[in-house]
């Protein structure tokens, strides 16, 4: 059963950091991709950010400000935020896929996501 555990959300003003965590479980393999999407009010989701075996994506608009990264042996990934916007605000998903890549929200599955504020 694939599982996967998004942490690391809160509140922060402009110009601020946060690292999120996802935790997954049910699959070893790091060919399966794992990607970070958001989720504003009233909004579509959009793909931020993802991660597989040969490639690493990131939206336009988190190029040079987030960072993701993946340890295999603690079974995790990790989004760093730097630099937040106020438009970087939104709920968090992270999602996994065996044979999904890339930055549309096609993936199998999904965790129940965090919650990211930036306001001042």
């Known amino acids: 059963q694939v599982q996967l555990v998004e942490s690391g959300g809160g509140s922060v003003p402009p110009g601020g950091s946060l690292r999120l965590s996802c935790v997954f479980s049910?699959?070893?393999?790091?060919?399966?991709?794992v990607a970070w999407f958001r989720q504003a009010p009233g909004k579509e989701r959009e793909g931020v950010s993802c991660?597989?075996?040969?490639?690493?994506y990131y939206a336009d608009s988190v190029k040079g400000r987030f960072t993701i990264s993946r340890d295999n042996a603690k079974n995790t990934v990790f989004l760093q935020m730097n630099s937040l916007k106020p438009e970087d605000t939104g709920v968090y998903y992270c999602?996994?896929?065996?044979?999904?890549?890339?930055?549309?929200?096609?993936?199998?599955?999904w965790g129940q996501g965090t919650q990211v504020t930036v306001s001042s």
């Open positions: 999602a996994a896929d065996p044979l999904r890549t890339g930055l549309k929200p096609e993936y199998e599955f």
């Open positions: 049910g699959f070893t393999s790091d060919y399966w991709a």
């Open positions: 991660i597989s075996d040969i490639n690493i």
